[in-house]
């Protein structure tokens, strides 16, 4: 009876809908994204981009991300050049991999050194940010107009050679959008908008959504009394704060109109990507305005047909900035993140506890070892668990290495360490520690990762098994038990190992 009642849970309570809902291929999701960045400049080269692909395979992906740059796209204005892009698409065919596209248009970096030499050179047409600044005005009609222009013929081209293999999953539109050494423009149209009243439709935006604004947003706008007409220093008070609030809402509003005109030709999913602040640091000492956790609001009121807002991970505040990027019905997707060992842990548990769309850390290239890449052994891990991620129950581990990780899933309480706190082998170094546990059924469950021990209240195990899935059919290896759980005690996989195990246990 009470597996019947979990069953029926599990039918009308799936896991995730939305980040689902945008990956879906065949009326299957893909999902997860299982993937790496390359190199700024290394898709500008078939020849340089050929050996990558390998890299790519050896590492268990299923997709890389790459950029399309303005610069090489329409070298002449209004004349595309599409055999880049032909050609990458081609070469990820080839290795059985899936793109997602960067496009390096009216910004990169905040800067736009993409931008092509006709509107590089034209500064009286394509204005500035500020007179010594590489930076297109995000307040000027040419500047937006001549992106359309150019992300539209890009997003027809791909329609037309890829709708029906849907090679590319995905677009990033601009990278890492934000304003440089101030929090705004100072531009005359930008100083006359920013004199002028708040526009309506953020005004309304943020009326509706007063009571679930994110706390940082409510707070600002709050110590003004919420107001609801003004300029933008009557409505959020005079601050650098509400200077970066009204460039970000009109970066959005530029972006916006960039990617609903690609959508309107090939509704892709479309994302963007955010530097991160740090903590404490003022508006305009970090690229301001763009799309922070701060500012979710007001991206997702000024750019509706950006579908998921990304953090970059250049910081070691992994979880904290995720916690943040999952507020505001965000799904999570991180397509930037230092290239480290580290990334293989920090993998697991993005999709076992955000439910994470996917994964991509930046310049994987830089690797002369990609089979032994430990980010290529847990990609390989989720790719053998991507039939069960998503759709039963889970969570992710990284544990601490001095604090114990609890986790509940149904009526079992698990305690997750780091396998190197049992102190059985000497280690120079911690070994890395974390993986996913999926709960396949009421007292069934999924693990998977490295170096972890977990220990389960007031239960024991039934069953331990090591063993692989090939197309979502496990294949059976050692039944585990003894030294292997501690006669019973916990299930462990140990440092240094990628294992899945598939475990049940029984109430004391
Ligand atoms: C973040 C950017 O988005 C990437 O394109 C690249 O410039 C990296 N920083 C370099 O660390």
């Not at 994110?214 to 110590?223: A, K, M, S």
């Not at 039963?392 to 309480?413: A, N, R, V, W």
């Amino acid at each position: 009876m009470r597996m019947i009642f979990w069953l029926l849970t599990m039918t009308f309570f799936p896991c995730i809908s939305k980040a689902q809902s945008l990956l879906v291929q065949g009326g299957k999701a893909f999902m997860p994204v299982l993937a790496g960045e390359v190199g700024n400049s290394s898709a500008s080269s078939l020849a340089y981009m050929a050996p990558i692909w390998e890299k790519a395979k050896a590492m268990h992906f299923n997709t890389v991300l790459i950029p399309v740059y303005w610069e090489l796209l329409e070298p002449t204005e209004g004349k595309f050049d599409f055999l880049l892009v032909d050609s990458l698409i081609t070469q990820a065919r080839a290795h059985d991999l899936h793109l997602i596209l960067l496009w390096f248009g009216s910004w990169k970096n905040s800067m736009s050194c993409y931008a092509p030499a006709w509107v590089k050179k034209d500064i009286q047409r394509f204005p500035r940010a500020g007179a010594d600044l590489e930076i297109l005005s995000a307040f000027d009609e040419n500047n937006v107009q001549a992106d359309i222009h150019a992300f539209t013929a890009l997003m027809q081209h791909v329609k037309k050679l890829d709708a029906k293999e849907q090679t590319v999953l995905m677009v990033q539109v601009e990278n890492e959008i934000g304003m440089l050494g101030a929090p705004r423009e100072y531009t005359p149209a930008a100083n006359q908008a920013f004199t002028s009243p708040v526009p309506d439709a953020l005004m309304q935006y943020l009326v509706a959504h007063k009571d679930s604004l994110v706390p940082e947003l409510r707070q600002h706008w709050g110590q003004q009394g919420f107001k609801t007409t003004g300029s933008w220093e009557v409505v959020f008070g005079k601050s650098t704060a509400t200077e970066e609030l009204f460039q970000a809402w009109y970066y959005a509003v530029y972006t916006n109109k960039v990617a609903s005109a690609g959508k309107a030709v090939y509704p892709l999913p479309f994302f963007v990507n955010a530097a991160l602040n740090y903590r404490h640091v003022q508006p305009g000492a970090y690229p301001s305005g763009g799309p922070l956790p701060h500012l979710m609001d007001i991206w997702q009121a000024g750019a509706p047909a950006i579908d998921l807002l990304s953090p970059d991970f250049y910081n070691p505040f992994f979880k904290e900035y995720n916690d943040l990027y999952t507020r505001q019905h965000n799904s999570l997707f991180i397509p930037e993140i230092r290239f480290e060992s580290a990334d293989a842990v920090k993998a697991l548990y993005a999709i076992g506890h955000y439910k994470a769309i996917g994964f991509s850390p930046f310049s994987f290239e830089s690797t002369d070892h990609p089979g032994e890449e430990p980010l290529g052994k847990s990609y390989a891990l989720l790719q053998q668990l991507s039939p069960f991620l998503y759709k039963y129950p889970m969570e992710g581990i990284l544990p601490d290495s001095s604090i114990p990780q609890e986790i509940h899933l149904g009526k079992y309480t698990f305690t997750v360490a780091h396998e190197a706190t049992l102190g059985w082998t000497a280690f120079k170094d911690w070994p890395l520690s974390g993986g996913v546990i999926i709960q396949t059924g009421e007292d069934a469950f999924i693990i998977a990762g490295t170096g972890i021990v977990i220990t389960v209240k007031n239960a024991g195990i039934l069953q331990a098994e090591e063993g692989t899935f090939r197309n979502g059919k496990w294949l059976p290896g050692r039944r585990l038990n003894g030294d292997q759980t501690h006669q019973g005690r916990h299930i462990r996989i140990p440092s240094h190992n990628w294992e899945i195990q598939q475990v049940s246990f029984y109430e004391y």
